[in-house]
């Protein structure tokens, strides 16, 4: 069973960055796509970004130019860095891995709190 480890979030301030890291137990190469999901308090789980088995990055528009997704598969791991941070990106961030047609393997999440 491959199992997703995040790790990276915590409290910062308005403007402020964060780097979540998610480590995969197998590689990373396996699967067709990884990415991060939010899902903030009433809200439904929403794409953040996401990377291709060759690299090609999808954005969420309310993301765009402040955050990037990256990988290393010889570390089997995926990154987000976040900069410019909001308020509205406090949420638990969950990394998300595809291999179709087989469903998604999901991380534990980690809470990425904006606030002053």
């Known amino acids: 069973q491959v199992q997703l480890v995040e790790s990276g979030g915590g409290l910062v301030q308005p403007g402020g960055s964060l780097r979540l890291s998610c480590a995969v137990s197998?590689?990373?190469?396996?699967?067709?796509?990884m990415g991060w999901y939010r899902q903030a308090p009433g809200k439904q789980r929403e794409l953040v970004a996401s990377?291709?088995?060759?690299?090609?990055?999808n954005y969420a528009d309310s993301v765009k130019g402040r955050f990037t997704i990256s990988k290393d598969n010889a570390k089997n791991t995926v990154w987000l860095q976040m900069n410019s941070l909001k308020p509205d990106d406090t949420a638990v961030y969950y990394c998300?891995?595809?291999?179709?047609?087989?469903?998604?393997?999901w991380g534990q999440g980690t809470q990425v709190t904006v606030s002053s």
């Open positions: 998300n891995a595809r291999r179709f047609p087989s469903p998604p393997v």
């Open positions: 197998s590689s990373i190469q396996m699967f067709n796509l």
């Open positions: 990377i291709g088995n060759g690299g090609t990055t």
